[in-house]
């Protein structure tokens, strides 16, 4: 599971939102190079069957609240995620998330 707290970053204070702002999340850098993201995902409800995210590099994504269903690319079944879980994603593919909760992420870019 990820930090609660990042010591030492630079943070990107220009959001990235999609899906009309029911998903956003802002980028950290490190003073090594790396980069993560810290982020939102409101509820899907009657207003989208799931999200789509396509990724350029692997990505792991650990779930720091709420509860979520993930279908990676190439894959036919959703599996479930909770809070204390994460998922990793290859690069130059994605996945499919819905959830009926709000969810807060951490995505560790990889690549």
């Known amino acids: 599971m990820s930090a609660a707290q990042y ?11 999609s899906y009309d702002g029911r ?12 980069q993560k993201t810290l982020g939102v995902i409101l509820p899907c409800e009657n207003l989208v069957e799931h999200y789509q995210f396509i990724t350029n590099t692997s990505e792991r994504i650990d779930i720091i609240s709420g509860e979520c269903e993930v279908q990676l690319h190439g894959e036919e079944d959703f599996s479930y995620y909770r809070a204390g879980q ?26």
């Not at 010591?7 to 939102?17: D, H, L």
């Not at 998903?23 to 090594?32: G, L, N, P, V």
């Not at 994460?86 to 690549?111: A, K, M, P, W």
């Open 23 to 34: 998903c956003s999340s802002h980028t950290i850098m490190f003073e090594d190079g790396r």
């Open 86 to 111: 994460g998922f990793v994603v290859e690069g130059d593919s994605g996945f499919n998330l819905r959830t009926e909760e709000i969810v807060q992420y951490v995505c560790h870019l990889e690549g």
């Open 7 to 17: 010591k030492n970053v630079t943070i990107n204070a220009q959001a990235s939102i």
